[in-house]
């Protein structure tokens, strides 16, 4: 199974500014997706991101916020822009455990805090 | 009404109980389904996918009846170790997208 490195596994950031979180995996993935978990919630799916295209976004999110990068078939990265406190939550990557096996690996999370 | 509804719990129970989490799910299209099991402050691990045929591992049985649009999660000889939030998962469409349950809280008691 892939293995994922996620980083900053923490960070407390002003409102205002901008946290770029990123996520290296140790094999090659078609899809990662970026998830969020707010405080007490479940995780809600923020975006996919494909390499060589622009991420899709789901409902409630746009780019101008979330944007993401994806490089290569190993890596992506999450900015948080303009962050309020509202965005005080735990964000996580995750990509498919391999092409045979059903299941997703998620990263380790990054705790944002805004304040 | 949620894609994803899970037992709200929390579910306390002894050590050695036999404990069942139910799930509904709204999009008679999705393909796979999984159990997900998240202990606090870590990330999602996946615990086991869930089959028609239905499938066990170890302790753990899972259940899955598309017709009902319904999965089970039935765990036998509860140890203190399985305290954790459980996670019902669903998997939709073309882009293979997650919706995740709102999660169901177990404590195990000694």
């Known amino acids: 199974s892939a293995v994922i490195s996620q980083k900053p596994s923490r960070d407390i950031c002003q409102r205002g500014t901008s946290l770029t979180i990123q996520c290296q995996v140790d094999?090659?993935?078609?899809?990662m997706f970026w998830y969020r978990q707010q405080p007490g919630q479940s995780l809600t799916l923020i975006a996919t991101?494909?390499?060589?295209?622009?991420?899709?976004?789901e409902s409630g999110f746009v780019i101008d916020k979330f944007p993401i990068s994806r490089p290569n078939l190993t890596f992506s990265t999450l900015t948080v822009s303009n962050m309020s406190p509202e965005d005080s939550s735990i964000y996580l990557c995750?990509?498919?455990?391999?092409?045979?096996?059903?299941?997703?690996?998620f990263g380790s999370g990054t705790r944002l805090t805004v304040v | 009404r949620k894609e994803v509804e899970q037992d709200p719990g929390p579910f306390n129970v002894p050590e050695g109980a036999t404990v069942a989490f139910n799930c509904t799910y709204s999009?008679?299209?999705?393909?796979?389904f999984f159990w997900y099991r998240q202990d606090c402050r870590k990330e999602p691990k996946l615990l086991m996918s869930v089959y028609s045929s239905g499938n066990e591992d170890g302790r753990f049985t899972a259940q899955l009846n598309r017709a009902s649009q319904y999965i089970s999660l039935l765990i036998r000889d509860s140890k203190l170790s399985d305290s954790a939030t459980y996670l019902c998962?669903?998997?939709?469409?073309?882009?293979?997208?997650?919706?995740f349950g709102s999660g169901t809280q177990l404590t195990v008691l000694p």
């Open positions: 995750s990509v498919e455990k391999d092409n045979y096996n059903y299941g997703y690996t």
């Open positions: 998962v669903v998997e939709s469409g073309s882009a293979r997208q997650l919706t």
């Open positions: 094999s090659q993935v078609t899809m």
């Open positions: 999009n008679s299209a999705s393909q796979s």
């Open positions: 991101a494909n390499q060589g295209s622009e991420a899709t976004y």
